[in-house]
C-alpha cells in the first residue's frame, strides 16, 4: 500500500496539485489550481486506508489518532517531496489529507509579496503576524521570510510547528526547527521554552489558545521577534481575535501591550489567474504606528482601515484595494473576486 500511496502523491507533485485526499468509497482526488479532480485508480476501501495509517505511523502517532481522532503528522518521498499530513477518522474510517510541500523553498520575490516585508522581518522584536483561511499559503510565506532572514543576517531562530513543513539549513543563522508533539508538547509549552533558549527569532506555527497568545506577547516585549499565524482574514478581526480571547477584565492590558509591540499583520488570499493554471495572492497589509497603536488603545480598531487606505505610501493596502489592483494587471481572474470588492 505504501508503493500505491508514493505513486498517487508522485502524480500529484507531477501535475502540480496542492493537495492528495484519500476517503473511503472514492477514487484519491487531487487538488489543481482549487478544483478537485479525481485520479485513474479503484475507490479505495477501509482496509486500505486502515493498512495506510498503521504503515506510516508510529505507535505513539496511533495512539493519539486513536484517542483525539485526528492527527497532524508529516510524510516524505526521498528526491521527490515532503507532504505536511492529517489523518483522520470519518463514520468509522480513516480519511487522509496531503498537503504537497515543494522542494524548494519559494523566496519572496518570487511569492511577489511586498518588498516592505524584507525591512520589517528585520526588527529586533514584535510581534509578526501571517494571517488567512486554511490554504492561502501562511506557512510559505513564513518559510520565505525565514529563508530571506537565513540568507542575509545573523539569527538565532527556533520555530515551533504542526508539523514541520520546509526544511531549512543552516547559513547565516541557526534555525531549529521543533514539531509540536514529537519534540516539544505544544505550542506554549514551547514558546516558553525557546525564552530559555537564546533565540533572536521565534516561529509559532499558530497562535490557538490564550497561553499561547500570552507567551508571544511577553517574548515579544523582552527583545524576540515572534512570527505567528493566525486563521483570520484582515487586520481588523486579526487585533480583535487576539483580544477577545482574554477576559474581559485583561483586555485593556493586553491592547496597550498590543499596540506597542505588533509590528504588523500581513493578511492573504488566493485566487485563480485568469487561465486558470495557478493562483496567485492577493495581500492586506497593515504595518503598526502612531496611528493605528492609538486605535487598539483607545477600542477604535473599526477606523484601521481607513489609517491603511491614507498610508498606501509607506507600503500599507487593504485587501479590496490589492484585489482591484491585480485584477486591472490580469493577474487574477475577476470572477473570482466579487464577494471580496
Same mark, same amino acid.
Given at each position: 500500500m505504501i508503493k500505491q500511496l508514493d505513486?498517487?502523491?508522485?502524480?500529484?507533485?507531477t501535475r502540480q496539485a496542492s493537495d492528495l485526499h484519500l476517503s473511503v468509497g472514492v477514487s484519491p482526488i487531487i487538488r489543481i489550481n482549487g478544483e478537485l479532480i479525481q485520479l485513474d485508480a479503484p475507490s479505495i476501501k477501509p482496509q486500505d486506508t486502515e493498512l495506510?495509517?498503521?504503515?506510516i505511523l508510529n505507535e505513539k502517532q496511533l495512539d493519539q489518532l486513536e484517542c483525539n481522532g485526528e492527527i497532524d503528522f508529516s510524510y516524505s518521498i526521498p528526491k521527490v517531496s515532503r507532504f505536511r499530513v492529517n489523518a483522520?477518522?470519518?463514520r468509522s474510517c480513516?480519511? #487522509?489529507?496531503?498537503?504537497?510541500? *515543494?522542494?524548494?523553498?519559494? !523566496? #519572496?520575490?518570487?511569492?511577489?509579496? *511586498?518588498?516592505?516585508?524584507? !525591512? #520589517?522581518?528585520?526588527r529586533p522584536h514584535g510581534l509578526f503576524l501571517v !494571517?488567512?483561511?486554511?490554504?492561502?499559503?501562511?506557512?510559505?510565506?513564513?518559510?520565505?521570510i525565514i529563508d530571506y532572514l537565513n540568507r542575509t543576517v545573523s539569527r538565532h531562530i527556533i520555530t515551533l510547528e504542526d508539523p514541520i513543513e520546509y526544511l531549512h539549513s543552516h547559513n547565516k543563522c541557526i534555525i531549529q526547527q521543533r514539531e509540536i508533539g514529537s519534540d516539544t508538547h505544544s505550542f506554549a509549552f514551547g514558546l516558553r521554552s525557546a525564552l530559555r533558549q537564546d533565540p533572536d527569532l521565534i516561529l509559532v506555527g499558530e497562535m490557538r489558545d490564550l497561553e499561547t497568545v500570552r507567551t508571544a506577547l511577553t517574548a515579544a516585549e523582552t527583545g524576540h521577534l515572534v512570527l505567528a499565524t493566525l486563521h483570520t482574514n484582515d487586520a481588523v478581526s486579526t487585533i480583535d481575535r487576539i483580544i477577545d480571547i482574554f477576559p474581559a477584565e485583561q483586555q485593556g492590558q493586553i491592547r496597550v501591550q498590543l499596540a506597542s509591540e505588533l509590528?504588523?499583520?500581513?493578511?492573504?488570499?488566493?485566487?485563480?489567474?485568469?487561465?486558470?493554471?495557478?493562483?496567485?495572492?492577493?495581500i492586506e497589509l497593515m504595518i503598526n504606528n502612531q496611528a493605528i497603536s492609538h486605535l487598539i488603545r483607545e477600542k477604535k480598531i473599526y477606523q484601521i482601515p481607513s489609517v491603511i487606505q491614507v498610508n498606501r505610501a509607506q507600503g500599507?493596502?487593504?485587501m479590496a484595494n490589492a484585489i482591484k489592483e491585480m485584477v486591472m494587471k490580469r493577474l487574477i481572474a475577476s470572477e473570482s473576486i466579487e464577494s471580496f470588492v
Open positions: 505513486d498517487w502523491l508522485i502524480a500529484a507533485c495506510l495509517v498503521q504503515s483522520y477518522r470519518q480513516y480519511s #487522509l489529507a496531503f498537503r504537497v510541500i *515543494p522542494r524548494e523553498i519559494p !523566496t #519572496l520575490q518570487s511569492l511577489e509579496l *511586498p518588498n516592505v516585508l524584507e !525591512t #520589517l522581518c528585520l !494571517t488567512g483561511p486554511t490554504g492561502s499559503g501562511k506557512s510559505t510565506t513564513l518559510a520565505a509590528v504588523t499583520v500581513v493578511s492573504q488570499r488566493l485566487f485563480p489567474t485568469p487561465d486558470h493554471k495557478g493562483r496567485r495572492a492577493a500599507m493596502q487593504t
